[in-house]
């Protein structure tokens, strides 16, 4: 088989029992309390104030952007504070996280643990301190009376030190249709019989997948038959295909034509399956796009991704914030399977880690881009000082700048 095939092949059966598998079983969970609850557990964050920034920080901190979605609408609905969002998408993991976890179980622990705690304590400060859109609006108002518009905080003026954010109405990202927005005679069974399997295929992946793991991630042979190698090969694929089918055709007849969007509560168990279904398949795309552009990239290039980041020295963790500011999983699961390779150190990863803010900006960016963007620079900073202090101080001393740090 030639090798450029191989790589597309192993790139889908990886991706989806590698990442997949495990992004449903999260999303599906977090779909799960907030059905069984009737959304009692976004009422716990909206009325615990306190709270809010650590709470946003713990959802952050779940692998994938589920739960750091479920904030953004709160905070659009002005129920939790600006210190929550910054909180929140600092500590998101993103989909990068099921790579790390599946590849570097002991730096995930590590880098997203130092997530956690920087985002939290800039949260904290945030909101303390009163560096909310508002105090921004008005720095900005007084260097420039001319472009300043106030921003968007409700009446046009400061409420507390942090003011939330008052929209008129159900936001664009809050508000959708679930239901199907097509109907054929064809393809609506066929659909809903590919999101059966799919299913079918998630569990079985999980199975294989946590085996994956509980070996310690050794290499798995690309084969066919009823060995562990064959049965991963073959789910992999089929799973893949299904998540592929789902994300381009199979959503408009099932359901969820509209996916990476935050959903309050779920009509029934079908519906919550539905949803975890959709969105894993659509994070199923940026998982095979990643990976296997990085593989083509270094295969068609020969390019030695290692010895180009141990010649970057500080500018390693430093070029890992910026790739953290770049909305979307896609640049960060790219970033971690170099980390997993063995391309990058520890700070890098760390730095990444409080920088990205995965899926959950894209709802904030499309209502308003300004709160946006002044959360990813407040998540930027402290991404930068904790990556460069790693490098220079605590990981010569615990290990942690070393290449391949916690790599399986």
């Keep these: 088989m030639p090798e450029a095939t191989t790589i597309l092949l192993e790139s889908l059966r990886d991706g989806y029992v590698q990442v997949s598998v495990f992004v449903a079983i999260t999303v599906l969970a977090f779909g799960l309390v907030q059905y069984l609850t009737g959304g009692a557990l976004l009422r716990a964050i ?49 989909d990068s996280a099921f790579v790390i976890l599946a590849l570097a179980p ?8 130092i997530a956690f705690a920087a985002s939290v304590a800039t949260g904290y400060l945030v909101d303390s301190v009163g560096l909310g859109v508002s105090r921004v609006d008005a720095a900005v108002a007084r260097l420039s ?56 295929a998630a569990i079985v992946g999980l199975v294989l997948g946590s085996l994956y793991l509980l070996r310690g991630g050794p290499e798995v042979a690309l084969a066919v038959g ?27 007849y099932v359901g969820e034509g509209t ?47 290692a010895t180009l980041a141990a010649s970057a020295g500080v500018l390693a963790p430093l070029g890992g914030a910026v790739v953290g500011l770049i909305p979307g999983c896609g640049p960060q699961i790219v970033l971690a399977n170099v980390y997993a390779e063995g ?34 620079i407040y998540n930027f900073l402290p991404a930068v000082v904790v990556g460069v202090a790693l490098h220079f101080l605590w990981g010569p001393v615990f290990g942690m700048a070393e290449f391949g740090f916690g790599v399986l």
Excluded at 106 to 113: D, G, K, N, R, S
Excluded at 227 to 251: E, N
Excluded at 273 to 291: D, I, K, P, Q, R
Aim: hydrophobic share 45%.
């Design 145 to 200: 009376p001319a472009t300043a518009d106030g921003g968007t905080v409700a009446g046009g003026g400061a409420i507390g030190p942090n003011p939330a954010h008052d929209y008129a109405g159900e936001s664009p990202t809050h508000s959708h249709e679930t239901g199907p927005d097509r109907h054929s005679r064809v393809l609506t069974p066929l659909s809903h019989l590919a999101h059966v399997l799919w299913w079918v």
């Design 343 to 376: 391309g990058l150190p520890f700070s890098a990863l760390s730095a990444n880690a409080i920088a990205q803010d995965g899926d959950a900006l894209f709802p904030l960016l499309a209502v308003d881009a300004k709160a946006a963007i002044i959360a990813s």
């Design 226 to 252: 009823p060995g562990f190698d064959g049965l991963f090969t073959v789910v992999g694929l089929v799973g893949a295909s299904l998540s592929l089918y789902l994300y381009a055709v199979g959503r408009h």
């Design 106 to 113: 002991e730096a995930a622990l590590y880098a997203y643990a």
């Design 259 to 305: 996916v990476a969007r935050a959903r309050d509560s779920f009509s029934s168990v079908y519906d919550t399956l539905v949803h975890a279904a959709m969105e894993t398949s659509f994070v199923t795309v940026w998982v095979l796009v990643a990976l296997a552009g990085y593989e083509y990239v270094v295969f068609f290039t020969g390019a030695d991704v």
């Design 46 to 94: 909206e009325e615990n104030e306190r709270l809010q920034p650590a709470l946003g920080g713990l959802l952050g901190l779940t692998p994938g952007c589920g739960g750091a979605i479920v904030v953004m609408p709160l905070y659009l609905r002005g129920t939790v504070s600006f210190g929550t969002v910054v909180a929140t998408l600092g500590a998101t993991a993103g």
